[in-house]
């Protein structure tokens, strides 16, 4: 299976924390995808990293990309309540056309 | 602009019905996923749509499923003789342009599916 692996599956913090998530995956890629799910409904995504780059922000959002151990990680710095949600990472193997999701990281970040 | 739609929202059906799943994707865009997610899980891959090119159905877990898209536009998905494991949340998701390389796909809200 080329699917990302998400973990921890599921993880607990204060507001004001950070929070960490980790993406493992087995193929190689073109890029990897983040994205958010709010109750279990439609996801939102939230970055993209190419296989050629190492490290990308956006806002309170840090991802990083290691490819030669086929791992990434996403970092949300100075949580707030808002960010409770499922987060995924989604890889696109060698395809170009598929994306492979994760189970998820279930993030509840307390007030 | 409107974001991808889906409807229904919520469907409740008897075990052996046949339903159908709506998908309108955003305007312009040229490919078109369905997901099957189940309960506390990750998204299943179903079907992808490229314009005018063959879907790509390896994702679809049995000949219950099938998918059909005309153009660029809505799309259906039809479940066959419903069975309990069934029972999930359908999501549709639409990109731009062919490929992933740039791409990030929009979904829409799903479609709860419970077969009784």
């Known amino acids: 299976s080329q699917q990302g692996e998400e973990d921890p599956q599921a993880l607990s913090i204060q507001e004001g924390e950070n929070a960490t998530m980790n993406c493992s995956y087995k193929t190689s890629i073109n890029n990897l995808q983040w994205y958010r799910q709010n109750s279990g409904r439609g996801l939102v995504h939230l970055i993209l990293i190419r296989s050629n780059e190492r490290e990308k922000h956006s806002g309170r959002l840090r991802v990083t990309l290691d490819t030669s151990k086929k791992s990434s990680s996403l970092l949300i710095t100075a949580s707030r309540a808002a960010d409770t949600a499922s987060y995924f990472c989604a890889t696109d193997g060698t395809g170009f056309n598929k994306f492979y999701f994760g189970s998820g990281t279930k993030l509840n970040v307390k007030p | ?116």
């Open chain 2, 1 to 116: 602009g409107a974001g991808v739609s889906q409807s229904p929202s919520n469907k409740v059906t008897e075990k052996g019905k046949d339903v159908e799943l709506r998908c309108d994707p955003i305007s312009g865009h040229t490919a078109l996923y369905w997901y099957r997610q189940r309960l506390g899980q990750g998204l299943e891959f179903l079907i992808y749509f490229q314009g005018n090119s063959a879907p790509d159905k390896s994702g679809l877990p049995s000949d219950r499923f099938s998918a059909e898209r005309t153009g660029e536009s809505v799309s259906t998905l039809t479940i066959q003789r419903t069975q309990q494991e069934d029972s999930a949340v359908y999501l549709c998701a639409s990109s731009l342009r062919a490929g992933t390389l740039y791409n990030e796909q929009f979904f829409g809200p799903g479609t709860r599916l419970t077969v009784l």
